[in-house]
């Protein structure tokens, strides 16, 4: 198994550019995960997915847009790309957690995304 | 609003020696913790999970402690060793929640570093 496996793992954009952060598991997770990373700071949810075609805002949505069409696949857009929106980014899956499953929750290596 | 922090931001310890990392929260609803290591360029791993009908739990040269009268938790390293060296992150979810990761908060990191 490959895991979680995310590309590019570097990308520079300008301002107002827009581009698409790939994620594809082999899991067969139902639950997938966009998460932003900023320097000295915890992750913050920016997207996830119970199973394929259900798609949830989490705490910082605004400025992505995510689609999932089947249980592998679960892609990032960034629309108009913003100096705000350097961070790096993780994808994640995972089954069940808290007090259905366990917290493992599988992150692919990240990408860093720098806008200018 | 309610939070996940991490007391330290950087531990140096001996190599050979033990480390505690700590961790509190807010969050009285609180129903399931995990630590998450994440060493440079990489996306976090699950290390050990517990929940709130525990006070302790052992893996493999690690352990977490739960006391939830004062809301805090530690992850408690033996032996540390070089390949330890990396930023761990403390995450809850309530028991509210639905068995996905959109309930998981995570704390915002201490970075754990061995002196030889």
């Known amino acids: 198994n490959a895991g979680v496996t995310q590309t590019p793992k570097f990308r520079i954009l300008k301002i107002g550019q827009s581009m698409t952060l790939q994620c594809t598991q082999d899991m067969n997770h139902n639950y997938m995960y966009w998460y932003r990373q900023d320097p000295g700071m915890g992750l913050k949810l920016i997207y996830y997915s119970v199973g394929a075609g259900i798609t949830d805002k989490g705490e910082v949505p605004n400025g992505y847009n995510v689609s999932r069409s089947t249980t592998e696949d679960f892609p990032l857009r960034l629309e108009l790309a913003a100096p705000s929106q350097t961070s790096v980014y993780f994808c994640?899956?995972?089954?069940?957690?808290?007090?259905f499953g366990t917290g493992e929750l599988f992150f692919g290596e990240g990408s860093r995304l720098t806008v200018l | 609003g309610e939070s996940v922090g991490l007391h330290l931001p950087t531990l140096s310890v001996q190599e050979g020696d033990n480390s505690i990392i700590n961790c509190a929260y807010s969050n009285s609803a609180s129903d399931y913790f995990i630590w998450y290591k994440q060493e440079s360029g990489k996306g976090p791993q699950f290390i050990i999970d517990i929940r709130s009908n525990m006070d302790k739990r052992q893996g493999q040269r690690v352990t977490v402690l739960l006391n939830k009268t004062v809301k805090h938790l530690s992850l408690q390293i033996a032996a540390t060793q070089p390949g330890d060296s990396a930023v761990y992150f403390c995450a809850e979810t309530p028991s509210t929640s639905g068995g996905g990761a959109d309930g998981l908060t995570f704390g915002k990191g201490t970075h754990l570093i061995i002196q030889p």
């Open positions: 994640a899956s995972s089954q069940l957690l808290g007090g």
